[in-house]
């Protein structure tokens, strides 16, 4: 059974540029939810996937978006990014169902200069 | 809106002695509550979890209390270790949907 992963580890990009992240769900889940975790704080709900569809969007405004295709990988794409969009963003795959536990990967940390 | 609290930065206990861990919430919906402990460069590790219709769950060192009356939840564990050294995250969920978390707690735990 394969975890998540998450690519790129790392990654340093300029402001007003546009990134792309990438997630491999855990084998047999089918929805992924990524999440922003500032310095400090807590992990922050972005957005979640599921039968690749968006089920569900915290409060980050619409230059970040996702996609999730039919194997249940996903991406999150940042565009225009600011300096405040450094952070470590992380991704958590689950099954459809009540009380499944998310499972994260490693996350990707991302430093806009 | 934090509808989780962890209140705690930070907490440290000797080796062998128990440690307590508080997480507050404010949404009476949240029927899902899990702990996660997260090291450095590492995605958060799931820990334990508990149902809203539970009061405690137990897994080896590892026990959650539920207290809905209070939207008050703990972790428990014991005996401490020094692997146990890191930042744990309490987090809450409703209809399955997404996680709210907690600003976490660094433990210490001292040899």
């Known amino acids: 059974e394969t975890g998540v992963t998450q690519s790129p580890t790392h990654l340093i990009k300029t402001r007003g540029q546009q990134v792309t992240l990438r997630c491999s769900s855990q084998?047999?889940?089918?929805?992924v939810s990524w999440y922003q975790q500032a310095l400090g704080q807590g992990p922050q709900f972005i957005f979640q996937y599921y039968r690749e569809e968006e089920n569900g969007r915290g409060n980050f405004p619409p230059r970040f978006s996702g996609l999730q295709f039919p194997n249940y990988s996903s991406e999150l794409n940042v565009n225009a990014l600011e300096l405040d969009d450094s952070a470590l963003y992380l991704c958590?795959?689950?099954?459809?169902?009540?009380?499944?536990?998310?499972?994260f990967g490693q996350g990707t940390r991302l430093t806009v200069v | 809106d934090q509808q989780v609290k962890q209140n705690s930065p930070s907490l440290s206990v000797q080796e062998g002695r128990i440690s307590i861990l508080n997480c507050d919430y404010t949404?009476?919906?949240?029927?899902?509550f899990l702990w996660y402990k997260k090291y450095p460069a590492e995605g958060p590790t799931f820990l334990i979890s508990i149902s809203s219709i539970k009061d405690k769950n137990e897994d080896g060192r590892f026990t959650v209390f539920l207290n809905k009356s209070a939207k008050h939840l703990s972790l428990h564990i014991v005996p401490s270790q020094p692997g146990d050294s890191a930042v744990y995250f309490c987090a809450a969920r409703k209809n399955n949907n997404d996680m709210r978390f907690g600003a976490g707690t660094r433990l210490t735990v001292k040899p």
């Open positions: 949404n009476s919906m949240f029927d899902y």
């Open positions: 084998s047999g889940h089918n929805t």
């Open positions: 958590a795959s689950t099954r459809q169902g009540p009380n499944t536990e998310a499972f």
